[in-house]
């Protein structure tokens, strides 16, 4: 008898499933880490979408799922995989750069029960220059938008050596402005990240981030500050918090970091199950 994908994988339950929906987007940030793959024209169909939640819910309990990519309103489909998720029972999320854009995200509401906006940085200048002119602005503005449908919005912001310094001021503009929450991650030096000059975090500089932000009041506003201690990240175990696909099968599991590293596994879109990766 075959092995389960559980036993494969030794994961037995998976709170989120973030699924990119294709590689494309209309940025090419130097933090990004998909890099080269940005250029791929590789899209899911919403079948492919649909039987992956069903086998997440079925076999691993999961009721979270984040559509992202690339960008995923450059995804044809999004409203009606948004519908198809909710339908299976999925509390559903949408994270995009939040450019422009705002046609696709009017067919959108009322599917998503949260809209995420990434960031690179805490202020205009700094995550400008990484992404591109005007694209901070924008962000806000898309922001300002979903509060005006009373839409909950949040923000997801990449930690940097070099920008670390103004996440404070990030969180404080976030809080005034309305989101319900701010999701840190540190960079993980992949993709652009290799060659872009952005540096990693050390864990002193995310513990100093930590003890400020423990100190604001930070209102209503969720901020994942555990992920900034080393010890909130033990070795990996069954209970995997965040397993994210991308389009061409490659599997990463996250704690504190983007795109974490995977195991030995890869998600089959034909069988729509996790395999072992072919080790040739
Ligand atoms: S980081 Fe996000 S917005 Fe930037 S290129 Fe990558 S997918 Fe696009």
New binding site residues.
Partial sequence: MSPSASDLTGIHRVEKLYLELLFR?????G????GED?KRRDVLTHEQVRNALIYFADRYGCRQACF????PLLYDELPRVLATAQQLGYQTEVC??G?RRRRVLEACVPHPDLLRI?L?AGTREAHDAI?RPESFDAAFDTMAWAAGRRLPFGATC?LTAQHIGTIAELAARLRDTGAVELQLHRLRPI??AATSGLQPVTWGQTRALHDQLTRMDLGQMQVNLDILLPERCPQPTGHVEKLEIAPDGRVYLSCAEVAGPGQNVRYDFDQAALVPVDPR
Avoid at 31 to 34: A, Q, S, V
């Fill in positions: 987007c209309n940025m090419s940030c933090i990004c880490y998909h940005l992202l990519g690339g960008e995009t750069n450019y990434s690179d992404r990449t993709g652009n």
